[in-house]
């Protein structure tokens, strides 16, 4: 009766674990978020346009408002600024979201289309130039809180120079490469494919680019970012608009004569000056782009986190911006979301079930406290006291059956929610079938089943119960081997089961296959802790002196001298206290020597061989003698 009420717990256990998702599921309505781009149409985020017009927007489940630069009116947004004060869900930036984040913090930045800035400073090739202290010789052209003068100042201070000693002009004058034919400055600042290259070009004015990162300012260029607070809300919507935003820059480096035609039916750029510049226009830029994310070679939206720290360095530098930055906020991670919230779920289970337990050791202690208590008036002073010593003592055992049932419970609510993780992928991606979902839910049934024998099992393991039988060793590696397949399968552990011969064991099966369990967790918990290409458990059963061995092999380093002596003692771990009890081996220990057998360990090469020798019958056991 009371297994079938912990079977019936562990059941609305495991419902919980399927009602509960995590992700954020689709609704029939499509999300409707605003992209807030930094300038007018451009080829510069066609991957945005290729995204919405090819699909991929709709396959998410997302309508998106793709809104330009500047107004009808010609007013040029701020995208962060939008995007912080909640006119746009996400929106395209590059050092304007360092020095917003700065200011007033709360950003989160998702990908970096352009691995390398555009920003570009352009001089008439016939004016020699070498290196940046030429500058400081120069008229150049600068305008008061521009964000193109920001490397510019970035490059002059890796020099050694003093960027104030150059004139700064007002913040509403436009460059344009007449400029620098007429005579009026030496350098101006623009971007590479940008519309001052573009006409130059055209127009046949040879001007010659000095590239920041030529000098050792390699900052990133448009980067895709959001608010952390949208993040928290919904980072599933978030990783959506993210892959689909992606799958569209893909399209557009890959066919951009395609998207540039669609651009021109579409859009329009009231800069240029002419409708037929605008495609001309975007075929120019659209080679620069390319160049730019270094796609192939890059994956697309890659963020290196170090490089951003650099740029907020440098920033640190011109004095523009002076407050810490939390990297792991700042940069948006979708699968450390993920696993955040399965640690979360998992610690408030375990929680659940120490309420539980705590529940049952209550009523327990309630129990033989009222009973205690009755005994106290049927019994003599003398008897009191030994009523008293025995029941801290069975407070004692209670404690320690308790750390054993925990102890055994974490890996099997590992591999439950493993076997979970796996059925909500398989479901989110269309792969789950019938054929799988049985196999999962028959994998699950056996766990359950296993943690609710662990109960009784190791209630007794010290003074078993149960009367010892014969049992066939491989069932008893079976048993184990299928609630750990989980585990070895997705941590690319190869397993070997060789030299099986059909021995039986004279004892306690159901705590022989916990022997098993606990070695095999402990062979794959070493192998996952170190780096090596290959990852192999072995497992032989044979005869040795008429004794029935299982021997478990693993090539997971060994064990080292200083601790050899403590392996078996209560208590004993080298693995964090989150992670282990150090009770393992010890248990293991005591259950084959409940057996009258024996446990034999030995380092080999690039590993270590646990020896389990037990009789094969009662015969062996009755003039069985350890060694």
């Known amino acids: 009766m009371r297994k079938n009420k912990i079977s019936l717990l562990f059941s609305f256990i495991i419902l919980m674990f399927i009602i509960w998702n995590p992700r954020k599921t689709h609704c029939e309505t499509q999300d409707k978020v605003v992209l807030q781009l930094r300038w007018n149409h451009q080829f510069q985020f066609a991957g945005y346009y290729a995204a919405d017009w090819m699909g991929y927007y709709a396959d998410e489940n ?16 701020n995208a962060t600024e939008e995007v912080l004060e909640g006119r746009a869900d996400f929106g395209i930036g590059s050092t304007d979201i360092l020095l917003a984040e700065d200011e007033k913090k709360g950003l989160c930045i998702i990908s970096s289309v352009l691995q390398r800035s555009a920003i570009t400073f352009f001089i008439d090739e016939n004016i020699p130039f070498l290196s940046p202290v030429d500058i400081t010789k120069l008229k150049v052209g600068r305008r008061k809180n521009d964000l193109l003068d920001i490397e510019l100042q970035a490059m002059l201070i890796n020099e050694g120079i003093d960027p104030s000693i150059l004139p700064i002009g007002d ?5 344009k490469s007449e400029d620098i034919i007429n005579d009026k400055y030496d350098v101006i600042p623009g971007y590479l494919g940008g519309i001052i290259e573009f006409y130059a070009r055209k127009e046949g004015n ?9 000098y050792g300012i390699d900052f990133y260029g448009d980067t895709l970012f959001t608010t952390r607070d949208f993040v928290l809300k919904d980072p599933e919507l978030v990783e959506r608009f993210r892959r689909a935003s992606m799958k569209g820059w893909e399209y557009a480096l890959e066919n951009p004569h395609e998207i540039i035609e669609r651009m021109e039916k579409e859009f329009s750029n009231p800069e240029l000056k002419s409708e037929k510049d605008f495609m001309d226009y975007n075929r120019f830029q659209a080679e620069q782009i390319r160049e730019l994310t270094l796609y192939p070679i890059v994956n697309l939206g890659n963020i290196n986190v170090y490089r951003w720290e650099k740029m907020y360095n440098n920033l640190k530098k011109l004095e523009l911006v002076d407050k810490p930055i939390n990297m792991d906020e700042f940069v948006f991670n979708y699968e450390k979301i993920l696993l955040n919230r399965s640690k979360i779920f998992i610690k408030r289970i375990i929680k659940i079930l120490i309420i539980i337990l705590l529940g049952t050791i209550i009523f327990f202690v309630i129990n033989l406290f009222n009973k205690n208590k009755e005994l106290k008036k049927e019994l003599e002073e003398n008897k009191r006291k030994e009523a008293l010593i025995l029941y801290q003592a069975r407070l004692a055992a209670m404690g320690e059956m308790i750390g054993n049932i925990a102890h055994q419970w974490r890996q099997p609510l590992n591999n439950l929610n493993l076997i979970l993780s796996n059925l909500q ?7 789950l079938d019938s054929e799988y979902l049985h196999s999962s839910i028959g994998r699950g049934h056996l766990l359950i089943k296993q943690m609710s024998n662990t109960i009784d099992d190791f209630r ?31 941590n690319n552990i190869t397993l070997i089961v060789d030299e099986i011969d059909s021995l039986t064991a004279y004892g306690y099966k159901n705590q022989y296959s916990q022997v098993i369990y606990n070695i095999l967790n402990n062979s794959i918990d070493a192998l996952v802790s170190i780096k090596r290409e290959e990852k192999i458990i072995k497992i032989l059963i044979y005869d040795e002196n008429h004794r029935a061995v299982c021997e478990i092999i693993d090539n997971a380093g060994g064990i080292s001298n200083e601790i050899k002596e403590n392996i078996f003692d209560a208590y004993f771990t080298t693995k964090n206290n989150s992670d282990g009890t150090g009770l393992g081996l010890y248990m293991a220990k ?6 009258n057998g024996f446990i034999q360990w ?6 270590v061989s646990m020896k389990l020798v037990v009789p094969k019958g009662r015969l062996e056991d009755a003039e069985y003698e350890k060694p």
């Open 171 to 175: 913040e509403n004058e436009k460059f």
């Open 62 to 77: 997302i309508e998106v408002e793709i809104r330009p630069g500047c107004t009808k009116d010609n007013q040029v947004l």
């Open 206 to 214: 040879n001007l010659k680019s000095i590239k920041p990162i030529d």
């Open 460 to 490: 007794y393991y010290l003074n078993p119960k149960n009367k010892k039988e014969n049992f066939y060793i491989l069932d008893s590696v079976k048993l184990a081997l299928s609630i750990l397949e989980e585990n070895i399968r997705f």
């Open 590 to 595: 005591t259950i084959i020597n409940n057996m």
């Open 602 to 607: 030995s380092n080999i090469k690039d590993g």
């Open 425 to 431: 992928d398989s479901y989110n991606y269309g792969e």
